[in-house]
């Protein structure tokens, strides 16, 4: 009797050589965020209100740090896409050097946050790149359809 999901299988096996490995996010998948003269893009924008919303308490005013937290503007710079989601949706513990501890809380369960993760790593990226200020950024107008 021949199997009748042998072609699909080979089909599906080959697909799957040509996918990203589990974990590693493919450099055109990361979100990539707009600033034009100042201004910002919806999804920036949206960023930028969900990280006042909830991550500031910690990180900081335009995530330049706070008492309880880094500064996202300064880890983005060595911290991936892939680390970033991961971080944010398990919570991580670090220990400093003087035996400190610190918890940065898993929001996995936070449709707040995770519906809009990619929002907020725009404006965090956008702000750890340079390209955008402090402050409240005005929006792009919405583009002419």
Same mark, same amino acid.
């Given at each position: 009797?021949?199997?009748?999901?042998?072609?699909?299988?080979?089909?599906?096996? @080959?697909?799957?050589?040509?996918?990203?490995?589990?974990?590693?996010?493919?450099?055109?998948?990361?979100?990539?965020? /707009? /600033?034009?003269?100042?201004?910002?893009?919806?999804?920036?924008?949206?960023?930028?209100?969900?990280?006042?919303?909830?991550?500031?308490?910690?990180?900081?005013?335009?995530?330049?740090?706070?008492?309880?937290?880094?500064? @996202?503007?300064?880890?983005?710079?060595?911290?991936?896409?892939?680390?970033? /989601?991961?971080?944010?949706?398990?919570?991580?513990?670090?220990?400093?050097?003087?035996?400190?501890?610190?918890?940065?809380?898993?929001?996995?369960?936070?449709?707040?946050?995770?519906?809009?993760?990619?929002?907020?790593?725009?404006?965090?990226?956008?702000?750890?790149?340079?390209?955008?200020?402090?402050?409240?950024?005005?929006?792009?107008?919405?583009?002419?359809?």
């Amino acid at each position: 009797m021949k199997n009748k999901f042998h072609v699909p299988l080979l089909l599906l096996a @080959l697909a799957c050589t040509h996918t990203v490995n589990a974990g590693e996010t493919a450099a055109e998948d990361i979100p990539k965020y /707009v /600033v034009e003269d100042g201004k910002v893009d919806k999804a920036t924008f949206n960023g930028y209100r969900r990280y006042h919303g909830t991550c500031h308490a910690c990180h900081g005013q335009d995530a330049m740090g706070g008492s309880f937290a880094p500064a @996202l503007t300064e880890s983005l710079k060595t911290v991936d896409y892939d680390t970033f /989601v991961k971080t944010v949706m398990e919570g991580r513990q670090a220990t400093a050097s003087g035996g400190a501890v610190s918890a940065m809380p898993a929001f996995a369960n936070d449709p707040n946050i995770t519906k809009h993760l990619d929002d907020i790593y725009r404006y965090l990226a956008a702000r750890s790149d340079g390209e955008l200020g402090a402050g409240r950024p005005p929006k792009l107008p919405k583009p002419k359809k």
